[in-house]
């Protein structure tokens, strides 16, 4: 069965410095991944997505994620943070087989300092 | 317009009300899914329809039902609601594939 981590329930940052959010996945098939982020008060919009392409995958607003199989990880990442990307960030991996379900990690809230 | 959209934006109700979410979609998918969001739990699936005929209980279905009126319109039912039901309740869509898209969400309170 699959399954995602996402270490730290919540980061915060300084603007302008690197944001690194951490997803590691459990799967028995290759996995098709995913970040989302959910502005407050709003729903969740995609990011971007991993499914067995490139291993780097870039996504709107300036962020990329690299899926890493040995490591069995998919972690996001932003070279500079800006004040509008405090957000909640879901990591997921889709769930085997024909049934198209997302399995979603717990969260991750960041918050971005002036 | 939005693609996804979810009626009402906001419900408070008392325990042991029947009460109602709608999700209406303009995407044309034939695939769509209802989740409860708890802070600190993520997204749990709760109900999902490949089509008008086709309705599955996702991990969480307990207390619920769902209605697949069109291929547009899901709705999702809390036959007696109780209070720890209350929670962000989102909808998605997808067409046969992997992205999902969500609408805005129905924030629930169950006094």
């Known amino acids: 069965a699959q399954s995602v981590t996402q270490l730290g329930s919540h980061v915060s940052v300084s603007e302008g410095a690197l944001v690194l959010l951490r997803c590691n996945y459990s799967?028995?098939?290759?996995?098709?991944l995913f970040w989302y982020v959910q502005y407050p008060n709003q729903g969740l919009q995609l990011l971007l997505k991993?499914?067995?392409?490139?291993?780097l995958v870039k996504g709107i607003n300036g962020f990329e994620a690299e899926f890493k199989k040995s490591e069995t990880s998919f972690h996001l990442t932003k070279p500079s943070a800006h004040m509008s990307d405090a957000a909640e960030y879901f990591c997921?991996?889709?769930?085997?087989?024909?049934?198209?379900?997302?399995?979603f990690g717990t969260g991750t809230l960041l918050a971005v300092q002036p | 317009d939005a693609d996804v959209t979810q009626t009402p934006r906001n419900r408070i109700t008392k325990t042991g009300k029947r009460i109602m979410l709608e999700c209406s979609q303009t995407?044309?998918?034939?695939?769509m899914y209802w989740y409860r969001q708890d802070p600190g739990l993520g997204l749990q699936l709760i109900y999902y329809?490949?089509?008008?005929?086709?309705?599955n209980k996702g991990e969480i279905s307990d207390g619920y039902s769902v209605s697949r009126q069109a291929q547009a319109k899901f709705s999702l039912s809390l036959e007696s609601a109780i209070p720890n039901q209350t929670a962000l309740y989102f909808c998605?869509?997808?067409?046969?594939?992997?992205?999902?898209?969500f609408g805005p969400g129905t924030r629930l309170t169950v006094l």
């Open positions: 998605a869509t997808s067409a046969q594939g992997n992205t999902q898209y």
């Open positions: 799967s028995s098939v290759p996995p098709y």
């Open positions: 991993y499914t067995s392409a490139a291993t």
């Open positions: 997921a991996v889709k769930n085997g087989g024909a049934t198209n379900k997302l399995i």
């Open positions: 995407k044309g998918h034939d695939r």
């Open positions: 329809s490949f089509d008008v005929k086709d309705i």
